[in-house]
């Protein structure tokens, strides 16, 4: 397993506001850089590496599988394997964002989700397969953001920003905007609301390993 960290090199702490020090983008970059590092090393086999990523991260590994974006920022002749999601927010329409690479992506997802809700996830979901790709949103009813984590236990924020009211879309020129207003995005729209949560769920957690195990022994190829 080879972790990428997007924030201690840039002398950034970790915590909520620490992260936003560190955009979507410059993580997206990390992750293809990542891949270029594993794909010449001389014990990696180049065709078996997948993306797998959390919240953030998972918005990374969603649409680090866009073929635009692949082509702007990644290593030339280079893909993931698989991308796996968990938990990712998908309110975002990218411009050609049906256009993704043909490994199969794997969105984990808790219905309860109230950080980065299920709906946009959905939507995107049922618009790449519209258009033929290998895609699956797995649901966990009730789970929290962070469903994942070893535990059973719930912890709210209430000064958080959740913004899964949100509708934003990218324009020609790379202008990013809310789909409504057309104005130019920002985070404190009246879309925004304060107060998310998280919570681990074991059982959702215990069925997610074992998706995730499943997901990679069968692309690789893997023996059990």
């Not at 594993?38 to 014990?43: M, T």
Request: glycine letters at 10%; a neutral charge.
């Amino acid at each position: 397993m080879f972790i990428l960290d997007c924030f201690t090199g840039r002398h950034v702490g970790e915590g909520l506001v620490s992260e936003s020090r560190v955009d979507f983008m410059t993580m997206l970059v990390d992750a293809y850089k990542a891949l270029e590092i594993l794909a010449n090393h001389p014990r990696i086999d180049p065709s078996r590496i997948a993306l797998m990523g959390f919240s953030r991260g998972g918005r990374v590994a969603l649409y680090a599988s866009l073929k635009r974006f692949q082509h702007i920022y990644g290593p030339a002749g280079l893909e993931f394997a698989a991308y796996i999601p968990f938990y990712p927010a998908c309110w975002t329409t990218y411009i050609e964002d049906e256009q993704v690479s043909e490994g199969p992506i794997r969105i984990f997802h808790g219905t309860a989700d109230d950080w980065a809700p299920i709906e946009p996830c959905r939507k995107y979901v049922m618009r790449l397969r519209k258009h033929g790709k290998d895609v699956q949103l797995i649901e966990y009813p009730g789970a929290l953001h962070v469903f994942d984590a070893p535990g059973e236990f719930i912890k709210q924020y209430p000064k958080a920003t959740g913004l899964g009211k949100c509708e934003v879309e990218e324009r020609p020129g790379g202008l990013v905007v809310n789909r409504t207003t057309g104005e130019p995005w920002k985070p404190r729209y009246a879309c925004a609301t304060k107060g998310t949560t998280i919570g681990g769920n074991p059982q959702s957690r215990a069925e997610a390993i074992k998706a995730v195990k499943e997901l990679l022994a069968n692309i690789f190829k893997l023996e059990n």
